[in-house]
């Protein structure tokens, strides 16, 4: 094998002599430098602590991000902003590979084990059920593409899947001759009904269970335990689309009781673009094939799905600092603060004339995602109103518009897209 | 806070190009140009970087440009990141230019592994077909017909190969041998990653095609290192990395998919509207990724085309040959690469008969200041017959004919045992 030392000796060396104009940091440096920044973030003054108000703690946090100025960015539901002393390591970790590419990139890669173990703890679930992937739908692929399908067999989604997973799953199943079904209920629903659609739909046929909690489109979280319990009771597998989960609330694999889970880092987690995990449950991981696969030997559990080869190791190497970052803040008051933010939005615009809230109002059921619309205003009028007047950016949508309320958001902009409800409803717009 | 706009970062990195491109009289040898162009460069100072060919530094204006790019991101994230994501269809075009491909066959994927397991995986085989790979293929594009063997029951069938062969015929007829009734591809490496040895690519397409048969190929070693052409290779795909001879951040990979091949290959990982897309950006439509690492990858073409691709060619064959034909005056040492310019490329790699390889490797590490690659029998390559061990040594047009002197230095004191 094209083996090397371990250890950069040339880390070493530039400490003693200096050697370099371009003097970097040694990972070790880069990482202390970045604890003591998080301190801060633990503030565990009770009087900070509240989800309810700006002021404070969370004004405090906001400062920790590079947005700019004024910018009311309600679209962590595409892609999340990187705080800024996730970016500065990150563009440390790019440095160190520009001045000694390969022990440099070993020193990157040594930390996937503390990683994986991080994010494993950060699910709740064991390290050797979490794979490193790109993204959701690298995940999201390795989970359908990685079942051995027979024809006839037939797979049930929602009808309310991102495309991503909806497309995959109906391209694997035209390559491999199997059937795909929609699951259909309203939006809003309830709990009972999604489990009631979910339970009509089985068949004798039906191999897999597969959709998102919550639903991307629509911030509507799903009755995962139940859903997971019903798919087993007919030994069925149960896959869920997780690209809106980590970071918007706190989460528990081994409760939810499915068999696989894929998300990103880089929408609600805030992490930098291009990192993902993969959580396969130990009993399923030799019904699943691995998707890529570099691998010399058998790598030990869900190892097997991140044999990537070279890949950015600074991105993945920031995947660590932003968990990081969210568990120094506390996975719980973040939710208690996106909570609070989501909820006031909605209790609020559904009062307004003409305003139709898709995502159930149901705290259960609802986060920091909140999909609505305006009786007779097309959404890209609603979107550039935002973005025009208020300077808020919110996605492209066709009758209604999703808006991201995370942590770093505030009342004051939940506000403005309140403003602009009232406007275009009244027609003062 | 400011930030650069993507025009403003465009027009700064615009200058260092043109520094870069300009062309002087002595460019054949260590001064003038090449200190200038190893200066573009933010490798530790004193230390011999001969390890491209696992993975190639980063210029510094490369570098600017990326750190500028992920700023950009946090700034402003889905807006800015439009901004780069829009930059695709133009970095395709350079990168379609590069390898001599038409655009639409190009995919911009994160490595050569990718692409390589993307074709593996794509394309329908039924069990029993065969596919033959070399005996020195990278894992990268050997694990991939393994899995789709025990999958889908395929045979993989290794092709024995001398070290180094004599000709490019040898290697030709060596395949030629090998083909059963059963075989559908011819499955290889352009450059080997154990003793950089080039295969006649071309001829194989030749071969494969008049036998049927398809022929993919892996190119992780050539991008960057010479100038490939892939339409004229004939080959019906192409794999590539961007980051180790093109200097590219690491994360950007191509894969050339010939036109009327893409019917018969499907995607892999892919997101919405993959099937609105009627060519090779099917194969790319892969969701979320790291985009300025992508967008970086534009820059580093036109890092590598404002210095000139045939200069650079001269520049590591003359630092190459002139490296073998030392190194093979010393006693003790073995090579394993040819110094025929058919058959070899930047790598070379070389064993000592009274040294170990990680004892070479380090004894050039801590003495020298010189980072190679060190490799022991057997570990990684169980079908390599010839038992290669030993280091291998990349010289890029970065590194120097000092650089060369001390690895040849280094290989004199411990075959006189003085060490």
Not at chain 1, 134 to 143: A, V, Y
Not at chain 1, 237 to 254: E, I, K, R, Y
Not at chain 1, 360 to 368: A, F, K, L, T, V
Not at chain 2, 121 to 138: F, S, T
């Amino acid at each position: 094998m094209i083996g090397h030392s371990g250890v950069s000796r040339r880390l070493f060396l530039n400490k003693i002599i200096g050697s370099s104009a371009l003097t970097a940091s040694t990972l070790t440096e880069v990482k202390a430098a970045f604890a003591k920044s998080l301190q801060p973030l633990g503030d565990s003054n009770a009087a900070h602590l509240g989800g309810d108000t700006d002021e404070g703690y969370w004004d405090k946090i906001r400062k920790q991000f590079l947005l700019q100025e004024d910018l009311a960015y309600l679209n962590t539901g595409t892609l999340g902003p990187t705080p800024r002393v996730v970016v500065n390591a990150m563009n440390e970790y790019w440095h160190l590979m520009a001045v000694n590419p390969n022990e440099n990139s070993l020193v990157l890669q040594d930390r996937q084990e503390q990683i994986r173990m991080k994010a494993a703890a950060f699910a709740h679930v064991t390290p050797d059920e979490i794979a490193i992937t790109r993204n959701t739908t690298e995940g999201t692929t390795i989970l359908t593409h990685g079942l051995d399908m027979k024809p006839g067999d037939e797979v049930l989604i929602t009808q309310y899947e991102h495309n991503s997973l909806r497309e995959t799953r109906h391209r694997h199943a035209k390559r491999f001759n199997y059937v795909v079904n929609e699951v259909q209920f309203p939006m809003p629903c309830t709990n009972e009904q999604i489990v009631k659609a979910f339970d009509a739909a089985i068949t004798p046929r039906t191999r897999v269970m597969h959709f998102a909690n919550p639903l991307g489109g629509y911030g509507c979280f799903t009755p995962v335990k139940e859903l997971a319990a019903l798919a087993h009771s007919k030994k069925i597998f149960c896959f869920v689309d997780g690209a809106h989960t980590p970071g918007m609330v706190q989460f528990n694999l081994s409760d939810w009781g499915i068999d696989g889970f894929a998300c990103n880092s880089h929408k609600w987690l805030c992490g930098a673009a291009g990192a993902g995990l993969l959580y396969v449950r130990k009993d399923i991981q030799d019904r699943i094939w691995p998707n890529i696969d570099i691998a010399h030997g058998d790598p030990v559990g869900a190892r097997k799905y991140d044999q990537l080869s070279r890949r950015p190791w600074p991105c993945v190497a920031a995947l660590e600092d932003i968990l990081d970052f969210h568990n120094a803040i506390g996975p719980a008051r973040l939710e208690q603060r996106t909570r609070e933010l989501g909820s006031y939005l909605r209790r609020n615009a559904v009062e307004i004339p003409k305003v139709k809230i898709y995502t159930p109002m149901d705290p259960s059921m609802s986060c920091g995602s909140t999909t609505l619309g305006i009786d007779g205003v097309p959404g890209m009028r609603f979107r550039e109103y935002l973005r025009q007047k208020y300077d808020a950016y919110v996605p492209a949508g066709g009758t209604h518009l999703r808006i991201s309320t995370h942590f770093f958001n505030t009342f004051e902009q939940c506000d403005r897209v309140l403003k602009a409800l009232k406007e275009l409803s009244s027609g003062a717009a | 806070m400011a930030f650069a706009t993507l025009p403003a970062v465009k027009a700064a990195f615009a200058k260092t190009v043109d520094q870069v491109a300009k062309s002087s009289a002595s460019w054949r040898t260590d001064d003038g140009y090449w200190d200038q162009i190893r200066k573009e460069f933010m490798l530790e100072d004193g230390l011999a970087y001969l390890n491209n060919g696992t993975v190639g530094p980063t210029p510094k204006a490369v570098y600017e440009n990326l750190v500028s790019y992920w700023r950009l991101m946090a700034v402003n994230p889905n807006e800015n990141s439009a901004i780069l994501q829009g930059r695709m269809d133009l970095i395709r075009h350079k990168a379609a230019q590069f390898l001599g491909a038409y655009p639409d066959e190009i995919a911009i994927l994160h490595n050569a592994t990718e692409g390589n397991n993307l074709v593996a995986q794509g394309v329908d085989l039924k069990p029993g077909d065969e596919v033959l790979i070399g005996y020195l293929e990278h894992d990268s594009n050997r694990q991939p017909w393994r899995l789709k063997a025990k999958r889908g029951g395929i045979v993989v069938t290794e092709v024995p190969i001398d070290t180094p062969p004599k000709s490019p015929e040898e290697i030709v007829h060596a395949f030629e041998s090998a083909i059963t009734p059963r075989t559908r591809a011819i499955s290889t490496t352009h450059c080997d990653t154990v003793i950089g040895n080039y295969s006649p690519i071309k001829e194989l397409a030749q071969l494969a095609h008049a036998k049927g048969l398809f022929c993919f190929a892996d190119g992780a070693q050539v991008n960057g290192m010479i100038p490939v052409n892939v339409h004229e290779l004939g080959v019906d795909t192409y794999a590539t990395t961007c980051h180790k001879w093109l200097c590219s951040p690491a994360g950007t990979g191509l894969l050339y998919v010939r036109r009327d091949m893409q019917e018969r290959i499907w995607p892999n990982i892919v997101t919405e509207n993959w099937w609105t897309l009627k060519d090779s950006r099917k194969y790319e439509h892969v969701s979320r990724r790291p985009w300025p690492v992508v967008a970086a990858l534009e820059d580093a073409i036109d890092f590598q085309n404002a210095i000139g691709r045939e200069r650079i060619e001269f520049r590591i064959r003359s630092l190459s040959s002139y490296f073998r034909s030392q190194a093979a005056e010393i006693p003790h040492v073995k090579l394993y690469t040819s110094n025929d310019p058919r058959l070899s490329g930047a790598l070379t790699s070389l064993g000592m008969d009274n040294v170990s390889p990680l004892k070479l490797r380090e004894y050039l590490r801590q003495r020298f200041d010189v980072y190679t690659a060190a490799r022991s029998r057997g570990t990684r390559y169980p079908a390599d017959p010839h038992g290669v061990e030993g280091i291998r040594i990349s010289t890029h047009y970065y590194n120097t004919f000092e650089q060369v002197e001390r690895v040849l230095q280094g290989l004199r004191e411990l075959s006189s045992g003085k060490a």
